[in-house]
């Protein structure tokens, strides 16, 4: 086995890494924080394009296929993807037989963590928004030095998933580390945001998920117990007071260390970022904190979305104190920030809209969620936020393990639809289908069984679709767009693709 050397140079500049599996999200993101650190960046990879590809483009990188000739003997550092490992990838044998430092993604994001004040955003749901929001606030704010890398493309990042200040160009290594901001999103999965190294973090949510590594509810939330007691002596923790998970998880760190200052946020919150949500009006959502005269305006749907931008503002407000500023001074550049986040890749996403040959006006929004509780709680805020539109949801569950073990939450998590199509399972390469008993069949069965039994708009068979390919749904979804809209739908349709399948080409099929 590879022994790996877990840290890189404090000075990356002209420091040449090869990033192994390199147009991973994060790992493209993980080479622009370093490119913009001075690195000399080279990757190998697939052929197959993906959205990273344009990120890495506009760097200037363009990944090889894996191979043993990538590593040549200008390379000092090799960072690879979990998904790759050195029995089978060549790019990764070689390194081992030159005797080469190689780290895994999240231990390079762990090194650099450690460079900087660093803050972890983490969750089981919205922490790539939660990043994303709090790193378009912290672009308004001109005299905070910060690094932010997402999960995702964020549209206001300028199409990548990080932002790199002006002003960290201008401090020197030692500098960096008391006096710039490094913000990341951390993952739960496999522990790895044990990696990381926060001085705060932002938890949003904690419930069941990943059971192929995390079979109870316990096992999950003891990980996010670990995580947080990896804070320093009177760290913090930015906790969302609305989420019950959130909630135990915060009170058992604390248990543990009742050093760290816990600060919440949301509408059962106390404290300045106790939360009261506005109205829906104009596709914006609007609503106060306590602690600021002022109603901000988010342009994104969701309930979800609102909790999510006063995580962002709670965390920028508690970076700022650090730097021994007063938030109120900076109220209107928050407002900005926050009014200026669109989402991101999959988050939300419109993809396109379009007029259909017979007139019907129609929105296709794409989007990332795959738990039931970020699909209900996204599918009714769409409800809300786009009141006059009737609501098509194509949805592709991911995993057998998680449909298997949340299957009724799932059959419950779509009734603001109007109509539901549904497919096969995606699978992910850690599991083999059959060693369940589920299929996609089942969950449509059990989706059925529910409508019926609450009433709720899709109760009609006629309205519950299953294909177990996803193209297959072309033609009733087309012919579903061109019918005649009552007259509580004025505005025309929302077709939504979700989940974290390989259904979100259907948008584009249709428009075709």
């Not at 140079?9 to 002209?14: S, Y």
């Not at 790759?84 to 090194?111: H, I, M, S, V």
């Not at 496999?190 to 998920?209: G, N, W, Y």
């Not at 503002?313 to 200026?340: M, S, T, W």
Request: with cysteine.
């Amino acid at each position: 086995m590879q022994k790996e050397n877990l840290s890189l140079p404090q000075d990356l500049n002209g420091v040449h890494i090869h990033f192994v599996g390199i147009k991973g999200t994060g790992m493209a993101a993980l080479v622009e924080i370093f490119f913009h650190n001075g690195a000399v960046i080279t990757g190998s990879d697939v052929a197959d394009r993906f959205y990273t590809d344009e990120i890495l483009e506009k760097l200037g990188i363009k990944p090889s296929l894996f191979s043993k000739d990538n590593i040549t003997d200008k390379i000092q550092y090799v960072v690879y993807s979990s998904a790759y490992n050195f029995e089978t990838n060549p790019d990764l044998q070689r390194a081992k037989e030159l005797g080469l430092p190689c780290l895994l993604y999240t231990q390079a994001l762990g090194w650099h963590s450690s460079l900087s004040y660093s803050c972890g955003i983490c969750g089981v749901h919205g922490k790539t928004s939660t990043t994303g929001l709090t790193g378009t606030i912290l672009k308004e704010l001109d005299d905070i030095p910060a690094q932010i890398l997402a999960g995702s493309v964020i549209n206001s990042f300028g199409n990548t998933c990080t932002y790199t200040s002006p002003l960290i160009q201008k401090l020197d290594a030692n500098e960096k580390k008391k006096k710039s901001i490094f913000v990341a999103e951390t993952c739960e999965y496999q522990r790895h945001f044990m990696a990381f190294h926060p001085q705060k973090i932002l938890l949003t949510s904690v419930e069941s998920d990943h059971e192929d590594y995390y079979p109870t509810y316990e096992d999950i939330r003891d990980a996010f117990v670990d995580y947080i007691c990896r804070l320093p002596m009177f760290g913090e923790l930015i906790y969302c007071a609305d989420d019950k998970g959130a909630v135990e998880t915060a009170l058992l760190a604390y248990n543990k260390r009742p050093d760290i200052h816990l600060v919440p946020y949301g509408e059962c919150a106390g404290g300045d970022y106790k939360l009261t949500f506005g109205k829906v009006e104009n596709e914006k959502n609007t609503f106060t904190l306590k602690g600021f005269d002022k109603e901000f305006a988010l342009r994104m749907p969701g309930s979800h979305e609102v909790l999510d931008a006063a995580g962002a503002v709670a965390l920028v407000c508690q970076i700022l104190r650090y730097f021994g500023k007063h938030p109120v001074d900076y109220v209107e550049k928050i407002a900005k920030g926050l009014e200026n986040f669109t989402g991101g890749k999959r988050r939300s996403e419109i993809v396109r809209t379009f007029k259909t040959p017979g007139g019907n006006d129609v929105i296709v929004i794409d989007d990332y969620g795959h738990h039931p509780t970020a699909i209900k709680t996204t599918v009714s805020g769409y409800r809300d936020f786009y009141k006059g539109r009737k609501i098509i949801l194509d949805f592709m569950s991911h995993t057998y393990s998680r449909t298997q073990a949340l299957l009724d939450l799932f059959a419950a998590s779509m009734d603001d639809a109007d109509v539901i199509i549904l497919h096969k399972i995606y699978s992910s390469a850690r599991e083999k289908a059959e060693d369940f008993k589920i299929t996609g069949r089942t969950l449509y069965e059990k989706t059925i069984e529910h409508q019926k039994a609450v009433g709720t708009k899709a109760a009609a068979t006629d309205s519950i679709f299953y294909f177990e390919e996803v193209l297959d749904a072309k033609e009733l979804i087309e012919k579903e767009l061109e019918k005649p809209l009552p007259a509580k739908y004025p505005d025309g349709y929302l077709f939504i693709t979700m989940g974290a399948g390989d259904n979100w080409p259907l948008g584009k099929e249709i428009f075709k």
